[in-house]
């Protein structure tokens, strides 16, 4: 059985692998998103009615893409600039998924966060998904970053801890609705990417398994 940390109990469901991929893996991965960006470049999402921009750069692969613009946040089949399909999830996160997310249906959507040295994440819940039966799987690339997690309601104490490349973090069960942010990017801690970035990867199902075809299941 992998490893399993729960670093908090106001993160009951939260399950971090540390070292999920080896380096081998996580130069793989890279390869893959190097395709994935030349397809669905990199781009910088507004707030909603603020318009105030991201510090994170972003874009996705799967059926379905996350993003923020000034009319709201919503999952959408196509890239916001070019209009295209996202391009597919990667085997190697579609692996991943399957290998922890112990859930009967594939993701929908793979949104793909890239941190500058000075980017950062405010606390937020991820409540966009029809189907939060669904865990969340996060995957971490390049530069460690301090992460910060709290219970379901935003005054509750928070904890915060590092995550590292390759690390694998599932968020499931009452984590799911747990809010979270990155407070910072630890500096001089990549290897892995140029320029001291960090890549993250968020693997979710957005509609309920139900509307699609039904999966077969075989006794016996
Ligand atoms: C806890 N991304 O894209 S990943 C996001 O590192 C997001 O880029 C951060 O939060 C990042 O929405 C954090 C870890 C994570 C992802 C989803 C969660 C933690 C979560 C959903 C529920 C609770
Ligand atoms: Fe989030």
């Known amino acids: 059985m992998a490893p399993l940390t729960t670093p908090t109990s106001a993160a009951a469901g939260l399950r971090l692998v540390p070292g999920?991929?080896?380096?081998?893996?996580?130069?793989?991965?890279?390869?893959?998103?190097?395709?994935?960006?030349?397809?669905?470049?990199?781009?910088t999402p507004v707030m909603p009615g603020t318009g105030k921009p991201f510090s994170v750069r972003m874009t996705n692969c799967g059926p379905l893409g996350w993003v923020s613009d000034p009319h709201g946040y919503r999952y959408q089949p196509m890239h916001p600039l070019t209009r295209e399909p996202w391009p597919p999830i990667p085997e190697i996160l579609m692996r991943a998924w399957a290998e922890l997310a112990d859930y009967s249906a594939p993701p929908q959507a793979c949104l793909v966060n890239y941190y500058g040295p000075a980017a950062r994440m405010g606390m937020h819940q991820d409540r966009d998904e029809?189907?939060?039966?669904a865990p969340v799987l996060s995957i971490s690339l390049g530069a460690t970053c301090r992460f910060r997690i709290c219970a379901a309601v935003r005054s509750a104490s928070t904890r915060s801890f590092l995550l590292t490349s390759g690390d694998a973090l599932l968020l499931g069960g009452p984590s799911r609705l747990a809010f979270h942010g990155v407070d910072r990017i630890v500096a001089?801690?990549?290897?892995?990417l140029p320029d001291g970035g960090r890549i993250n990867l968020t693997l979710r199902r957005v509609t309920k398994p139900q509307d699609e075809a039904p999966q077969r299941h075989y006794t016996s």
């Open 20 to 43: 999920f991929f080896d380096r081998r893996q996580q130069e793989e991965l890279v390869v893959a998103l190097r395709e994935v960006v030349r397809r669905a470049p990199l781009y």
């Open 130 to 133: 029809e189907d939060l039966a």
């Open 188 to 192: 001089g801690t990549s290897t892995l």
